[in-house]
């Protein structure tokens, strides 16, 4: 499906916010939070690349160099992939970690949100064009977290793609048992893709769905995200962790969300094509609390089309007479695992 933007009206909203702070910012010439240190007056442009407690690494857009920041406090949540506006300090004796403030966020073209624990959404990353939503055979396949973070991604105007990773521990039965279950989605239209990390099956196909975007990696702790940006970045180092042989469950090793480069040669230019890939930290569930009923059917492209012919105008598509979506289910137009997910969400925004 064709990416949804913002219409006009939201994106010159976004803009104006964005250039108001831009203007606060420049005024305010004083440092972040001792009046005798000084910013220098050029403002920087940069990219974030991660956000740790009151920290922020970004690598600024010349010279491509780490910067490690503070933030002003008057912006909020920063997250990786988000543009910035960052001066440098003019007195970093003090402080030699700290090289800069971020002083201004540029307008976000999407943003992936998420519950935090208290229930209040917060960004968990910025500028993206792809979901890359990994599952694996062990920890088990998780089609409602699937499901999940396809509604999310719909409502952000993201696009979603599905990673089955770790092939290579499979025999041909067991991909064939998997293979059927993650074909729903298929049908839908999503792109599927096959991976190992350990053998490399699969890495190029992704790398070619990668190229020139920026993509985060999602879904449950061990599933092998950051095995796979490993895999295709030898050099980034990152910590893999263990599957718990007792809980099959993954060990929450990335503790925060971090963004890496590719530069590939362009195949029709002779220059090069910047691709990012952002890992994030494992998750339990994931919660859509901040949406409403109303939005939820627009995660589920597939079924939307049949709510038009429900007789009822409030049809719940539970067992009333007439229902479009109990009928595409008995012609078997739709997957009735998917009326259940999404009855399912229903319920948990309704609870
Ligand atoms: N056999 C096999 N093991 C893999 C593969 N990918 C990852 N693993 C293993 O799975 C375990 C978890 O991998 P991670 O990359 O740390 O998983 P993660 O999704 O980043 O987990 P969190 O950071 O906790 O969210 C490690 O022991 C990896 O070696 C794969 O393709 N095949
Ligand atoms: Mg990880
Ligand atoms: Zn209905």
Known sequence: MAKRKLNRRQQWRIQKIQDERLARANKKQKNFNNDDELLDQVHHHGVVVSHFGATLDIEDDSSH??????????????VCG????????????????IQGVVTALDARSTVLARPDFTGQMKPVA???????IVTSPVPELNEGLIDRYIVAA????IQPIIVLNKIDTLSHEQRQVLEKRIKIYQDIKYQILYTSAKSQHGLDTLLEQLTGKVSVFVGQSGVGKSSIINALLPNANIKEGEVSLATNKGTHTTSVSRLYHINTPSQT??????TSLIDSPGVREFGLWDISREDVIHGFVEL???????????????NEPNCGLLKAIEENKISEQRLNSYH???DSIDS
């Open 65 to 78: 160099l780490l910067v490690r920041c503070a933030l002003r406090q008057n912006i909020d949540a920063i």
């Open 269 to 274: 230019q002779s220059s090069e094509v910047q």
């Open 304 to 318: 939307q089309q049949y709510i038009q012919h429900c007789h009822f105008r409030d049809c719940k598509h539970l």
């Open 82 to 97: 988000d543009k910035i506006v960052w001066q440098k300090l003019t007195n970093i004796a003090k402080n030699v970690q």
């Open 344 to 346: 399912r969400i229903i």
């Open 126 to 132: 910025a500028n993206i064009d792809q979901l890359l």
């Open 154 to 157: 719909e409502l952000s105007h």
